[in-house]
């Protein structure tokens, strides 16, 4: 199984790949990159950790269009329980206690609402220190508070009392410390020492079980592609996220065929041109874009009648059925769209150009080495 596991201070990469092995974990994510991650074709993306302020939080919209490509997501404890419950009509996948409180609108044993973001937001550090966290989510204080009522270390009425005032606080400024601070307030000497071990004794971290739960379960059953009955508009807006995100990566090996491209600068000329298009035509979002009648024209000018045929062409250009769906929506796009800006980023578009002119094999021979 090849999963991708979005991670960081719910749980550490190390953790990650203790429970799923060799997992590609990668830092929390942000908008587009569960999108990005889906170009690799994993078996299933995980989301645990994402980004709440510094960047825009991963959209609802790019969930989907991995969803509809196939692919399963599941989330757990933080971002990803957030998502999980607001995308579960459409087939992500959630586990925890948390997933099930924010569905609910409860979290046991407390009565007040729970449905804010911030219950699961946390600050931390930069992704290349291991985005270590800075705070205490409120979801974990509330969990450790609960536990201590239970075992008859507070009492409910001082349990509620303390959620609601650690709860009034932002979010970066919670901590497990605080919420000792505010149950030792007007103790001394060895009582108030015996309160703080007793209340650490039941410290939990909510967000780090779900997190293994969601792990245990991925590990035990690869899930199964998401049923889809459904199908999102591509709009503008989303053709502009798309494009905007780098629409596909560029491999080693296509980067070595821009490199041979290079070597003919009136073929890279010519392939250039046709780029700019393609892209302008890629972010309009043309509405009257026909895929189907794309596909029909595109095996007709390429003679790719049969199924054996089609298929070795796309085999050849290095795509797979998903990616070829996407360059056939891309063409329908190009004969559709009629205005648009020149883009800066034409990478994608070009390797895309030299499939569609029939370069590309000949090209990735020349970057072989091949004769």
């Not at 991963?58 to 995308?87: D, F, K, N, T, Y």
């Not at 994608?348 to 072989?368: F, T």
């Amino acid at each position: 199984m090849k999963a991708v596991v979005f991670c960081g201070p719910t749980i550490g990469s190390d953790a990650v790949c203790a429970y799923l092995h060799n997992a590609d974990c990668r830092p929390p994510a942000a908008m587009g990159d569960l999108y990005a991650a889906s170009r690799d074709r994993p078996s299933v993306i995980a989301l645990i950790d994402g980004v709440f302020v510094d960047r825009p939080s991963v959209w609802h919209r790019e969930i989907l269009a991995v969803l509809e490509a196939g692919i399963p997501v599941c989330g757990a404890a933080s971002m990803g329980a957030l998502r999980a419950v607001e995308c579960k009509p459409f087939g992500m996948v959630g586990v925890g206690k948390i997933v099930e409180a924010y569905g609910s609108g409860r979290y046991p044993p407390f009565d007040d609402v729970f449905e804010d973001d911030d219950e699961v937001a946390v600050l931390h550090g930069p992704a290349e220190l291991g985005s270590q966290p800075l705070s205490d989510a409120m979801v974990d204080l509330r969990e450790s508070l609960a536990r201590a009522a239970a075992a008859g270390v507070i009492d409910p009425t001082t349990r509620d009392t303390l959620a609601a005032e650690v709860k009034a606080l932002p979010f970066g400024e919670r901590s497990f410390a605080g919420v000792v601070d505010r149950a030792t307030h007007g103790l001394t000497g060895p009582a108030k020492e015996a309160m703080a071990a007793k209340l650490t004794e039941h410290r939990a971290s909510q967000k780090r079980e779900d997190a293994v739960a969601l792990l245990q379960a991925l590990a035990a059953a690869v899930p199964s592609p998401p049923n889809i009955d459904w199908r999102q508009e591509r709009t503008p807006e989303w053709e502009r996220f798309v494009t905007s995100t780098s629409s596909r990566p560029v491999s080693d090996e296509e980067h070595k065929v821009l490199q041979a491209l290079g070597r003919n600068p009136t073929l890279e000329r010519q392939i250039a041109h046709r780029a700019v298009a393609r892209f302008i035509a890629c972010a309009s979002g043309a509405p009257d874009a026909d895929p189907a009648s794309a596909l029909k024209t595109f095996r007709e000018d390429r003679s790719l009648y049969g199924r054996a045929q089609l298929d070795r062409w796309v085999a050849d250009n290095g795509l797979d059925q998903r990616t070829f769906a996407q360059l056939l929506q891309d063409e329908a796009l190009l004969e559709a769209a009629r205005h648009g800006e020149p883009p800066e980023r034409l990478a994608p578009m070009i390797l895309d150009e030299l499939r569609v002119s029939g370069e590309y094999p000949k090209l990735r021979a020349l970057a072989r080495g091949e004769p």
